[in-house]
């Protein structure tokens, strides 16, 4: 039975809201609502990190916290977790959390304004993981900005969590905590608030349901694109269909020809399962907006989105990947070079959402990709290349290569392609592909970059792939 009502936890006791806003933010709800102003407003879009808060959930009954943007993120959402805000994780006795303390003894902080943001991403890192090094501590803030204390405080506080004990309130309480939250996890929601619908099904055969009877309807996934919509387009949306709850559409599987992917996995789960089979998936992946928004963004989202940057699109164009779409009655299955009609316009026709995406396993062929954005982390890119090369006796025998950032729709360089297909793996034959590309782009100027540089960039990143595989290739035969 479906319910208007949400459930969630706040300071260990159980809060029900009935029929809430669905366009409302989290934030917004923190602030004016539970007047928990610690939470800041930097830029209400998921770059700053002022806002961030963190959602306690179980996962096969394991207590998982994960860092996320209050700022794009929808009230209901919050229904069946745990709602961690920076004011509480000073205990009942007044005692500042390690984490806390430890920014306090590193000075990690001058005017403020970012640190309740930099100490929830802490927490979380904190409570997830046992050893926080280099790496794990810069991924973890990634998607933090200080604009005034600079990082290297920041950075030797959160290592000095390494010498401080792992127990803290949260870990006392956490029997208490999964009961609660085993409680509170079961129910549909259905939410009506004046003109606005929200609905959260659990099964696929109830959201079929639902679309046929609600067709208009928007898809909710992480949320880190349809909610700037309400945040910085300041609309209304009317009718929202979240798929989070999905457990269907939550899953990653492989058999010996492909990984299939569930669209509602988030990347930051499938980051980690990616790197073993195409480690640059992983990198670019790595540099995927910040863990808050990896934490929420979903893989089916960002090839729904269709942008002509999202950073999976060229590197699943390269690997061939297959799309499963559920239609009204059945399934069917769509190359994603299909896909892409025009700018943000995809072949999906109305109620028809993706279920999951495969992804070929090429165990003998060459895969590269690359993200070029103005700053390392937590940035847009201004173009993404991804190769995936089939070399025999140095020649390459297929070549499938794509990129994000040249064209209205993410795209493969068919001609491009086809001068390397049966060719020489040399620098000459790089070169004659790159001096080509002009004829499968036409890139544009914009705030991210120049059509020039776009191009020039694509050309070098050909070269660049070129002399890596060189370069690997002399390491392979060196070592044999
Ligand atoms: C601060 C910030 C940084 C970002 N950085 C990056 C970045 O580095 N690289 C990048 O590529 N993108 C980036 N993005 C863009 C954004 O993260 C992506 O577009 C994201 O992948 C969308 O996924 P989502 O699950 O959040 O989708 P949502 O916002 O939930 O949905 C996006 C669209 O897809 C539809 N949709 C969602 N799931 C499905 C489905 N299963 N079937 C059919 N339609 C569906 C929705 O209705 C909506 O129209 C960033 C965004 C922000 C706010
Ligand atoms: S206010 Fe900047 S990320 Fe939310
Ligand atoms: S302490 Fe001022 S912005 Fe970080």
Redesign the pocket.
Known sequence: MASGIIKFLFNEKILELNNPDPNQTILNFVRTELKKTGTKEGCA???CGACTVVLGELNNNKLEYKAI?AC?AFLPILNGKQLLVVEDLVSKEGKLHPVQEAMVKYHGSQCGFCTPGFVMSLFSMYKNYGNFNNELIKDSIS?NLCRCTGYRPIIDAAKSLNKISKIDQFSKNKKKIISLLKKINSKNVFIINENKKYFSPKTIKELKKIIKKNPNS???????????KVTKERNDIQNIIN?IDIKE?DFIKKNKNFIEVG??TP?IKFENFIKKYYSDFNSVLK????VQ?RN??????????A?P?????PILLSLNAELVIETKKSKKKLSINEFFISYRKTK?KKG????SIRIPLYKNNIFKAY?I?KRFD????SLCASFNLEINNNKIKNAFIAFGGMAEIPKRAKICEKILKNKQLSLVNFLKAGNNLEKDFSPINDMRASKNYRMKVAKNLLIKCFYEIKTNKLLRVNQE
Do not use: C, M, V
Request: proline content about 0%; cysteine-free; overall charge negative.
């Open positions: 879009e998921g770059g943007n794009i998607g928007n898809f909710l996934s992480g949320g880190t694109d349809l909610s700037l798929l559409l669209a509602a990347l540099r995927y907006g910040s928004i929420l963004a979903t893989i089916g989202g960002n090839i729904a989105t942008s940057i999202g950073d999976t699109l999906l028809e959402f993706i279920h993200k954005s937590d940035d847009i890119s």
